[in-house]
């Protein structure tokens, strides 16, 4: 049996909150919500079955703060106590075993297909680019009394977390969504106080953090999703990420994970890696070494982990101080239980893609879907399917959700 100790360590945070292992359930996109955003009885013996697999920290999917503002269909939205009873559930089965459930609070700016938003709202009123304009309507600039409701909307849904029984929140920073925008300069090309440098454009992100702390006192844990970098010619730069994440930090933000990309260039979903990411397994482990020598705050990275090998070492050496695992959680649920028991080494996980080249241009959106209903079947009680076709996925796709299939997605 390979040396587990390191992955077995309780992680204390600097408000004396300890989670009891070093495994990170990061978000993965359930679309499980009813037609009015509510949550159901399918969220709950999903986070069951991970509480129950030996996670120190699942993440929900994303949540939303606003009903008229939805990244997908099939997202949760918290913007009042009208679920507090099935919220209550959801978070009693989440913390089973004395796992942390944290609930990721998110608006999607301009990232809401058209399908959902007539007139979607972001810093500026610039649309998305390259293929993905399509999908999506042009938005309009947010007035500053909208930016003020926003940001006391993301208070306010962290409260009702609290109180439901979360163990934690974090906030989507990441990934080209609302708080993502502000961030960029590619996308915030305001004049006023929320745009130009970049004290000006995290003023948004540094607020929402203030706002829910107000709200939900020094002790309740809050992380932060933030980009390593957009990869977007013009937009929100590494550089500019690593003075975003010490600021951050000396507010007293409680964990950091790493992300990068967003949907117009999706690092965060690529399947095709160089081979030294490979080798080392997690796509930022290089940002979180360089990052690790500014702040002192607890770091996850997300993405590439498949071995306990890959594990332990970015734990010992890569300066982080959790793993970030996603899609093996959908085919491994118990992923922790197996690695403590010895009976987990790594997992290959099959590409997701039907051999049809025009099909599988929408690779991600395949594997999302895919992935998606992995989760829908451990929410009905059922085991993963690993050899699950991927047509049959497409086609039960298509069937429910139509054409939106192809558009975009969150991971």
């Known amino acids: 049996m390979k040396n587990t100790s390191i992955l077995a360590k309780p992680l204390i945070l600097k408000n004396g909150v300890s989670i009891k292992n070093r495994f990170f359930k990061a978000a ?3 679309t499980l919500a009813k037609k009015d955003a509510n949550p ?25 703060i ?22 209550e559930e959801w978070a009693m089965a989440g913390t089973e075993n004395g796992t942390h459930l944290w609930m990721q609070l998110n608006h999607p700016g301009k990232q809401s297909p058209k399908m959902l938003s007539k007139e979607p709202v972001a810093p500026s009123a610039s649309p998305l680019s390259g293929n993905l304009k399509n999908f999506f309507n042009p938005p309009r600039a947010l007035t500053v009394e909208e930016i ?20 934690g929140v974090q906030i989507h920073a990441a990934h080209g969504y609302l708080i993502n925008q502000f961030l960029s300069p590619n996308h915030n090309q305001r ?8 004290e000006n454009r995290m003023r948004f992100l540094v607020r929402v953090y203030q706002e829910i702390r107000k709200q939900v006192g020094e002790k309740f844990p809050i992380g932060i999703k933030l980009n390593s970098a957009d990869f977007q010619r013009g937009g929100f730069t ?19 994970e790493i992300s990068g990309g967003s949907y117009e260039n999706p690092k965060m979903l690529v399947s095709e890696v160089r081979e030294s990411t490979k080798k080392r397994e997690a796509y930022f482990l290089e940002y979180a070494v360089k990052v690790r020598k500014l702040i002192t705050t607890p770091l996850v990275v997300t993405g590439g982990f498949r071995s306990l090998d890959g594990m332990t070492h970015a734990l010992t050496d890569g300066g982080i101080d959790m793993v970030g695992i996603g899609k093996p959680f959908a085919i491994v649920p118990d992923l922790p239980n ?3 028991q010895g009976s987990f080494t790594n997992i290959t996980l099959k590409p997701i893609r039907t051999g049809n080249r025009s099909i599988d241009k929408s690779a991600p959106m395949l594997e999302l879907g895919w992935y998606e209903q992995q989760l829908k079947r451990i929410g009905k009680g059922k085991l993963p399917k690993p050899d699950y076709s991927v047509w049959l996925s497409l086609i039960y796709s298509i069937l429910t959700q139509g054409i939106s299939v192809f558009k975009k997605r969150r991971g």
């Open 28 to 30: 993965m996109s359930e």
């Open 40 to 64: 159901t009885q399918l969220l709950v013996n999903l986070y069951r079955t991970w509480a129950r697999g030996g996670a120190g920290l699942v993440l929900t999917g994303n949540v939303m």
């Open 66 to 87: 606003d009903r008229r503002a939805l990244g997908e269909p099939g997202n949760v939205v918290v913007e009042d106590e009208r679920d507090l009873v099935l919220l």
């Open 148 to 167: 003020e409701e926003i940001i006391t909307r993301f208070g306010n849904s962290a409260r009702i977390a609290k109180k439901a029984g979360f163990s």
């Open 191 to 198: 004049s006023d106080e929320w745009g130009g440098s970049l």
């Open 238 to 256: 590494e550089e500019e990420s690593m003075k975003v994440a010490q600021k951050i930090s000396e507010l007293g933000v409680d964990l950091i």
């Open 338 to 340: 197996r690695v403590f």
